[in-house]
């Protein structure tokens, strides 16, 4: 039978009706259903909630001011466990102090109200943000300028709502101004504003001075603003530091300012085309400015000990080593200026042993340096240019241990002055040695031998020159020369001169300028005289003058028979310990 138009009208309408009653009961239960989940999260949570035009906002208060926030922008609870699944999660803390505005954010996390934990499904952001004005700003207040914070990506966190801390076992990757890296492992204590990164720390620092870090932990604090890491090893290309602890101090915008290294520092240098260097120090503090990392001054502090490797490899020791950098201010360089070693200064280096049985020219050398100061200058950022010390300085020579040992020889001489300044020469592969050096005032050598007097030379001034394979080649001294072997003085042999050239090589001291030489009861002038400070034998040559006195007379009539003064002139003269004497061309004068 056909279907009247006005059943089907009717039909329709109370269809439409069915399907709006059904419709509005389903959004009324879902309302109910949320309201009753709302309704149920204070008690379980215990802090404060509110639904907000993006979602819903839970947060935690204490003395008036709020320590964390909690926003989400759907809640669904499940019954059987009565947790809680949060979608599009940002968690804020403030710390108790409101001094802090970190942030942790992600898609997914559920709430456990019997422990308190939010729990993150999948990856977490974080961000660490100092806000110093959080004190005086309203409550919950962002930053005026949010510069530069911490920020850390990882994932399975955990947030506790009663302690505030945060933790995971996964690895984290995070990144500052400066630094890139990432750590196994993570750990956010509220309370101090503390952030631990347990394990496998990897950190790539940008800029001038690039490098990497590794350690084994590391913890980043707010009060005070620093990075600390256990067992560091930092790595460039020119060469690796690694010590027992190091702190890094940043600044307002989380800038590295200062590196303090503690506890067995020890460095390498690989710069190419230069001697290996190894430093270590109990101590080393790093000055960073710029946005780039430019080093501006390296301290090392406690045991300092340096040593260079090569051709003519040195030690060093010292109980403070300050480098200075030119940095930033010289166009973005960042070279090394000037070495500044104080405390007990102690340089030495050895020349490559031979199987020398002879003291000659050829004959290696080793040299020491003590000072109270040291000041090195550097040109070009690698190449030293010249150096000097403050205070009293001691220059010691001695035969290369390989050569002393094959000859026996003991035999060093000592070399002191007010004031030592050395200068460096370049050489074809880039490096630099030693050539000369001044010292003054109060210029002494002193020959030193076993069971003989000191033979001591003093002037105003010194001048030494060096060998090419190291050692001193020669010294010169001027002004008001004396020489002494520093016999009794019945026996004592002295000498004067403007001008004194000593090789210690052979330990000869040649005189010039009006030299004069007395032995006992003989004066002895001439053009040049020469004397050897290892054997005291002496040459005396061009217009030689002698005066002996004291003479007993002789009855056999000798050359030297009467006992008044006797001048004798001469060409040359030769004096074996200056006693036998041989004269060529002599002339008496009663």
Do not use: C
């Not at 690989?270 to 430019?294: H, S, W």
């Amino acid at each position: 039978m056909p279907l009247r138009v006005y059943r089907l009208r009717r039909w329709l309408a109370v269809s439409t009706v069915l399907f709006i009653a059904v419709v509005a009961g389903m959004y009324f239960y879902a309302r109910l259903r949320q309201h009753s989940i709302l309704k149920g999260f204070p008690g379980k949570i215990s802090y404060d909630i509110k639904q907000t035009a993006s979602g819903f906002q839970f947060s935690k208060s204490e003395a008036g001011r709020t320590v964390f926030t909690i926003r989400a922008k759907s809640v669904k609870e499940f019954k059987l466990n009565g947790r809680a699944d949060l979608r599009d999660v940002t968690i804020i803390l403030y710390g108790r102090d409101t001094s802090r505005f970190d942030q942790i954010y992600g898609d997914n996390f559920t709430f456990d109200p019997k422990s308190g934990n939010v729990t993150a499904h999948g990856e977490v952001q974080i961000d660490l943000q100092a806000n110093p004005g959080g004190v005086s700003a309203p409550d919950q207040a962002a930053p005026k300028e949010l510069r530069n914070p911490i920020h850390l990506k990882t994932s399975d966190l955990v947030f506790n709502r009663d302690t505030g801390n945060a933790s995971t076992d996964s690895r984290v990757d995070f990144s500052t101004p400066q630094a890139t890296g990432w750590a196994v492992g993570v750990r956010y204590a509220a309370k101090i504003a503390t952030l631990t990164l347990a394990s496998q720390i990897h950190v790539s620092i940008s800029g001038e001075n690039a490098a990497t870090i590794l350690a084994t932990h590391g913890t980043i604090t707010r009060e005070p603003r620093e990075i600390v890491l256990d067992h560091p090893l930092m790595k460039r290309d020119t060469g690796t530091v690694q010590s027992d602890a190091a702190t890094f101090f940043l600044g307002p915008e989380n800038e590295v300012q200062r590196v303090l290294a503690t506890g067995n520092v020890n460095a390498e240098s690989a710069v190419p085309d230069a001697d290996p260097m190894r430093a270590r120090a109990d101590r080393a503090e790093l000055q960073l400015t710029g946005k780039d990392n430019l080093l501006r001054r390296a301290t090392l502090t406690g045991n300092v000990h340096l040593e260079r490797a090569g051709s003519q490899p040195m030690q060093g020791d010292a109980g403070l080593v300050i480098l200075d950098f030119r940095g930033q201010l010289f166009h973005g360089q960042n070279d090394l200026q000037k070495v500044h070693a104080a405390e007990g200064v102690h340089l030495a280096q050895h020349s490559p042993g031979t199987n020398a049985t002879t003291a000659d020219a050829s004959a290696p050398q080793d040299f020491d340096l003590t000072a109270p100061v040291i000041d090195f200058f550097v040109a070009d950022g690698r190449r030293l240019d010249r150096a000097q010390t403050s205070g009293a300085a001691e220059i010691t020579i001695s035969p290369a241990q390989s050569a002393s040992a094959a000859s026996g020889q003991v035999q060093r001489t000592v070399i002191t002055a007010g004031r030592f300044e050395a200068k460096f020469a370049a050489t074809p592969d880039g490096k630099s040695k030693l050539t000369s050096m001044h010292g003054a005032p109060d210029a002494k050598i002193v020959n030193l031998a076993p069971g003989l007097p000191d033979r001591v030379s003093t002037s105003q001034t010194l001048d030494a020159a060096f060998l090419p394979e190291g050692g001193i080649a020669s010294i010169v001294q001027q002004g008001s020369v004396a020489y002494t072997d520093g016999q009794p003085p019945e026996k004592r042999t002295q000498a004067w001169a403007d001008r004194a050239l000593y090789t210690p090589a052979d330990r000869i001291l040649l005189l010039t300028g009006s030299p004069r030489v007395s032995d006992g009861g003989m004066m002895t002038t001439a053009n040049t005289i020469r004397i050897n400070r290892a054997t005291d034998d002496a040459i005396a040559q061009g217009n030689v003058k002698s005066t002996y006195n004291d003479l007993k007379e002789q009855p056999n009539g000798a050359l030297l028979a009467s006992s008044s003064p006797i001048h004798v002139t001469a060409a040359t003269m030769t004096a074996h310990n200056l006693s036998l004497i041989h004269i060529s061309e002599p002339t008496r004068q009663a």
